[in-house]
């Protein structure tokens, strides 16, 4: 069972929380043991931790943004990938 996040855990915590969740709910989800009623509420608290994921995911993008060149966080490019792309 995955830690319960608290509401003044850190960002990085929450996030954790929230991936974990999802982990967890989508495992479930794959049994196909569900019924229809709990597969479409497990849906919709997917998606509603899945949000939650890209928001936190695109907050730290701007904070390392700021970090690399705070005059200027828009000219920021992403790193290189060390597998060709």
């Given amino acids: ?8 855990a850190s960002p990085v ?3 954790e929380h929230s991936l974990d ?4 709910l989508v495992e479930k989800m ?3 043991e569900m019924s229809l009623e709990d597969s479409l509420a497990a849906y919709e608290r997917g998606v509603g931790l899945y949000r939650r ?3 936190a995911l695109e907050q730290a993008e701007l904070r390392v943004r700021l970090l690399t060149d705070p005059d200027q966080p828009d000219q920021a490019q992403p790193f290189a990938s060390h597998d060709g792309e």
């Fill in 1 to 8: 069972m995955p830690k319960k996040a608290t509401p003044d």
């Fill in 13 to 15: 915590a929450q996030f």
């Fill in 21 to 24: 969740e999802l982990e967890m």
């Fill in 30 to 32: 794959e049994q196909g």
């Fill in 53 to 55: 994921c890209q928001t």
